[in-house]
Nanobody, 121 residues
C-alpha cells in the first residue's frame, strides 16, 4: 500500500517561508502528476500546485510567484517551497497523486495525512 507522508508545516509570521515535503513510501508507477492541495477551515479543498513526471508545473493564481513545486524522482519526493506567506495561506496542506503500487495494477488516487501551515499576521 502506497503511503504519502507530508512534513515541514508549522507556524510562521507573514512574509516568512516554509518548505513542505511529501515522501512516497515506494515508487509509484503510471504517475502523471503530483500535486499539493490545501484546505482552510470551512472551505473546500483546493489545488495549489502540481508537477508532471516530465517536470511541467501548474500554479493556482493565488500562489503564482510565491510558491515553487519541485520533485526528486530518485527519492519519490515532491516539495513545495512557500515564500512571502500570507495569513490567508493558513490551511492544512495535502499532497496527492494518482498511480499504481505495482505496474500492472489499476491506478488509484493517494492522499497524505496533511500538514498544518499557520501564518500569523
Amino acid at each position: 500500500q502506497v503511503q504519502l507522508v507530508e512534513s515541514g508545516g508549522g507556524l510562521v509570521q507573514a512574509g516568512g517561508s516554509l518548505r513542505l515535503s511529501c515522501a512516497a513510501s515506494q515508487r509509484i508507477f503510471r504517475v502523471n502528476a503530483m500535486g499539493w492541495y490545501r484546505q482552510a477551515p470551512g472551505k473546500q479543498r483546493e489545488l495549489v500546485a502540481s508537477i508532471t513526471s516530465g517536470g511541467s508545473t501548474f500554479y493556482a493564481d493565488f500562489v503564482k510567484g510565491r510558491f515553487t513545486i519541485s520533485r526528486d524522482n530518485a527519492k519519490n519526493t515532491v516539495y513545495l517551497q512557500m515564500n512571502s506567506l500570507k495569513p490567508e495561506d493558513t490551511a492544512v496542506y495535502y499532497c496527492s497523486t494518482t498511480g499504481s503500487a505495482i505496474i500492472t495494477a489499476t491506478p488509484k488516487t493517494y492522499w497524505g495525512q496533511g500538514t498544518q501551515v499557520t501564518v500569523s499576521s
